[in-house]
């Protein structure tokens, strides 16, 4: 059964200050792997998108990373802003019919002044 | 350009009362479309999606139905609904190719009372 876990559930960091989520996933045959930031009751927007060749995928103070033999993903957000508060959602895509999504859980990240 | 739209943004529906809730993309042909329901602090759970008009895939047997009348019109249906369909539901759409990118509709926040 595929699966994206995430890790942690939620985190509250202070502004400024550095922070990274992780994401493993057992999704095969595996296509690419996305970051989504979601805010409450929008629907979620792309950050970064990553095939199997790529190992980091940067987006201004977001940076993906990727590893394909351990299958797993990390997000470091950089010098964090208020506006960071959200969800992250690791999204990995299987390759074939429907080239389905499979959504894990999110990490809800609060930032504070 | 591409856009994807949802509607209604909110709905408050009885126990036992129709649902229809619509979903449109312009600006491309023949996209995946996609219904997606997360309950609060939850991940996304994929309902339906379609690779094709009037092709429908159901991924979690409920009182939710899909249609796809149209290449760019999906619609998620309920002949009578329930007080555990409340929730927040997405449309989203993707190209054919496995590396496309998703995108999301702004979600309809839906309370059955």
């Known amino acids: 059964k595929n699966q994206v876990e995430q890790s942690p559930q939620s985190l509250i960091i202070l502004e400024g200050k550095n922070c990274t989520l992780q994401?493993?996933?057992?999704?095969?045959?595996?296509?690419?792997l996305r970051w989504y930031k979601q805010d409450t009751g929008r629907g979620p927007v792309s950050l970064t998108i990553m095939t199997f060749s790529e190992n980091t995928k940067s987006n201004g103070r977001y940076t993906a990373t990727l590893d394909a033999d351990t299958k797993q993903s990390s997000l470091h957000i950089t010098a964090s802003q208020l506006s960071d508060s959200a969800s992250y959602i690791c999204v990995v895509s299987a390759m074939g019919a429907g080239n389905m999504l499979t959504f894990g859980g999110g990490t809800r990240l609060m930032v504070k002044p | 350009s591409q856009t994807i739209h949802q509607w209604p943004a909110t709905l408050v529906q009885p126990v036992g009362s129709p649902l229809s809730l619509e979903c449109t993309v312009e600006g491309t042909s023949n996209p995946n479309l996609y219904w997606y329901r997360q309950a609060a602090g939850r991940g996304l759970q994929l309902l339906f999606y379609s690779v094709g008009i009037g092709q429908i895939s159901s991924e979690v047997p409920q009182n939710l139905s899909a249609s796809r009348p149209q290449d760019r019109q999906f619609i998620l249906s309920s002949k009578k609904l329930l007080l555990s369909d409340s929730g927040f539901y997405l449309c989203?759409?993707?190209?054919?190719?496995?590396?496309?990118?998703?995108?999301f509709g702004q979600g309809t926040r839906l309370t059955v009372v």
């Open positions: 994401c493993n996933y057992t999704v095969s045959p595996f296509s690419n």
């Open positions: 989203a759409w993707r190209g054919q190719g496995a590396g496309t990118e998703a995108f």
